[in-house]
């Protein structure tokens, strides 16, 4: 098994492992995927997505961003598939909001299980070019101890704290200030350095 699959208990205002799990069936058979088809793309055993489907195990913020990746959705959609709300906008004539506020106190946020990082989305939903977030992540965490890829492009700013991001192997070490770009298709992974929580904002494209 990965150190990226994990045991962890969830946080009370966290998201089940059984959403997470119902939401990935549902997201894998859409896509005509087997679970073998999953688990070798994302580089994890069948039994691991088998039981993470059926709510049995958890699995850390990198591990879910890797399953996604071969399904080509964000990781949003396992953490909530519930349509935005707390937005205010004004729509085009095909009902798309040309322009949409997100109240700070309205986001939605959500802590994975097993995790203590706090990721809110700041962009309304998942229906954009662009994914934008803003996290709060512990000592000691992150996006996962493996590297993982995805398609698309990011942007990173640290705003607090200081923030380990390795890329294609290279490890850049981030203080409140820095920012970081990379092409999604280079492994990374990041980390929060330290002994207090890191702050970070997150600008993908597309959603990931």
Known sequence: MS??????????????????????????????????????????????????????????????????????IPVWALLDDAPANGTEGQDDAEGRARVSVVRSHQRKVRRPSGSSTEISLLTPDLNRKIEVTLSVVQPGEGYGHEPYTHRGEEFGLVLSGTYEVTVDG???????????????????????????????????????
């Not at 990226?4 to 997470?20: C, F, N, S, T």
């Not at 770009?181 to 207090?196: I, N, Q």
């Not at 702050?199 to 993908?204: N, S």
Request: aromatic share 4%; charged share 25%; proline share 6%.
């Open 170 to 208: 290279v490890a850049h070490v981030l203080e409140a200030g820095d920012s970081i770009y990379l092409p999604s298709h280079l492994p990374h992974r990041t980390r929060a350095l330290g002994d207090v929580p890191v702050t970070t904002f997150w600008v993908v494209t597309p959603p990931s």
């Open 3 to 72: 150190t990226q699959e994990m045991d962890g208990r969830l946080p009370e205002d966290g998201v089940r492992d059984a959403d997470i799990g119902q939401r990935l069936r549902a997201a894998r058979r859409e896509r005509k995927r087997s679970l073998q088809f999953v688990a070798d793309a994302a580089g994890l055993s069948k039994s691991f997505i088998s039981q993470l489907e059926l709510g049995q195990s958890a699995a850390s913020l990198g591990t879910l961003k890797r399953i996604c990746a071969v399904l080509d």
